[in-house]
């Protein structure tokens, strides 16, 4: 099933169910995403306890009570987070997949736009992210605003540009729930898995 036609099927279901039997369809998703996929979560506390690491091995995603987002720290990556009151041009490559239809939606991975990575900018406000996509896949279908849910994942990330051969770009796995998500999941109540990796640009 493509994503246009993802969107389809949910626009049509959306229009005969409440907003709260959305909800749990949405967490019914994401639920059997955890499950399917053999997801260990952690808690805020173990996570910091780990040194804000999660372990890949056993598949660890952290869940941030507060948002309902989950996160996975693959790779930390080189160079340095961004520093408080500092705005920084960022490179990413991603792939979205809608996890109530379970099918891959958006993604500038493909052999079209493997050499096109999507441009934004990022500001650390004190601890508070905000980000505005340039250009790119989800500058082009959803416009500039950065979902939250992508937000959680820099006060745990560098951004650098690798140099030397073992340098890595920042990798990340997230698990979103519609409130935290781009406008058509918001509006539509449905959750989205993302793979992410992150470099600094110029």
Same mark, same amino acid.
């Given at each position: &099933?493509?994503?246009?036609?993802?969107?389809?099927? *949910?626009?049509?279901?959306? !229009?005969?169910?409440?907003?709260?039997?959305?909800?749990?369809?949405?967490?019914?998703?994401?639920?059997? =995403?955890?499950?399917?996929?053999?997801?260990?979560?952690?808690? !805020?506390?173990?996570?910091?306890?780990? +040194?804000?690491?999660? $372990?890949?091995?056993?598949? !660890?995603?952290?869940?941030? !009570?507060?948002? @309902?987002?989950?996160?996975?720290? #693959?790779?930390?990556?080189?160079?340095?987070? #961004?520093?408080?009151?500092?705005?920084?041009?960022?490179?990413? /490559?991603?792939?979205?997949?809608?996890?109530?239809?379970?099918? &891959?939606? *958006?993604?500038?991975?493909?052999?079209?736009?493997?050499?096109?990575? $999507?441009?934004?900018?990022?500001?650390?406000?004190?601890?508070? =992210?905000?980000?505005?996509? #340039?250009? @790119?896949? &989800? =500058?082009?279908?959803? @416009?500039?605003?950065?979902?939250?849910?992508?937000?959680?994942?820099?006060?745990?990330?560098? *951004? +650098?540009?690798?140099?030397?051969?073992? $340098?890595?770009?920042?990798?990340?796995?997230?698990? #979103?729930?519609?409130?935290? @998500?781009?406008?058509?999941?918001?509006?539509?109540?449905?959750?989205?898995?993302?793979? *992410?990796?992150?470099? /600094?640009?110029?």
């Amino acid at each position: &099933m493509t994503g246009v036609c993802a969107l389809l099927l *949910l626009s049509a279901c959306n !229009e005969t169910e409440t907003y709260t039997e959305k909800r749990e369809r949405e967490n019914a998703a994401i639920n059997a =995403y955890i499950a399917k996929n053999n997801i260990k979560t952690i808690t !805020e506390s173990e996570f910091e306890s780990a +040194g804000y690491k999660t $372990d890949v091995s056993k598949n !660890e995603y952290v869940l941030f !009570e507060g948002t @309902g987002v989950y996160l996975q720290v #693959v790779t930390k990556g080189c160079g340095q987070p #961004v520093k408080k009151g500092e705005t920084v041009n960022v490179l990413c /490559r991603f792939t979205e997949v809608n996890l109530l239809v379970d099918t &891959m939606q *958006l993604s500038n991975n493909s052999l079209r736009y493997s050499e096109i990575p $999507d441009k934004l900018t990022i500001t650390n406000n004190s601890g508070s =992210y905000q980000g505005s996509f #340039v250009s @790119g896949r &989800m =500058y082009s279908i959803y @416009g500039a605003a950065v979902p939250n849910g992508w937000l959680s994942a820099f006060p745990y990330i560098n *951004l +650098g540009r690798p140099v030397n051969e073992d $340098d890595e770009v920042s990798h990340v796995k997230l698990i #979103v729930p519609a409130e935290q @998500g781009q406008q058509y999941a918001s509006q539509n109540v449905y959750p989205c898995f993302y793979d *992410l990796t992150f470099q /600094r640009g110029v």
